[in-house]
């Protein structure tokens, strides 16, 4: 999606776009799916933290490669090259039921 969106003219559409491509939310049902009830808090604490630091380190990393570059497509490069570790490391999550103790 960060890729067609240069190609999108219409501020309307690019917003709908970009509202396709959000489901982050989702990712707070997997504690309680995954983690045994002991370990819950420690990975909700675990994902808060890489959200966390992930906010605070891709602006700095934009205003970085806009910077240098001057061109606002890098950063949608950047942007899709995230997206697609993203999708990679949510494909690498073991979804089998942690056994009880």
Do not use: C
């Amino acid at each position: 999606m960060f890729l067609a969106l240069p190609q999108v003219a219409d501020p309307f559409a690019a917003v709908a776009l970009l509202s396709v491509t959000y489901f982050g939310s989702l990712y707070w049902s997997l504690p309680a799916i995954l983690a045994s009830k002991d370990k819950v808090g420690v990975v909700g604490g675990v994902m808060n933290f890489a959200g966390s630091s992930s906010g605070i380190a891709v602006p700095i990393i934009t205003g970085l490669i806009l910077q240098a570059t001057g061109a606002y497509l890098m950063v949608l490069y950047f942007f899709a090259a995230y997206a697609v570790l993203h999708v990679a490391g949510s494909l690498l999550i073991d979804f089998r039921q942690a056994e009880p103790r």
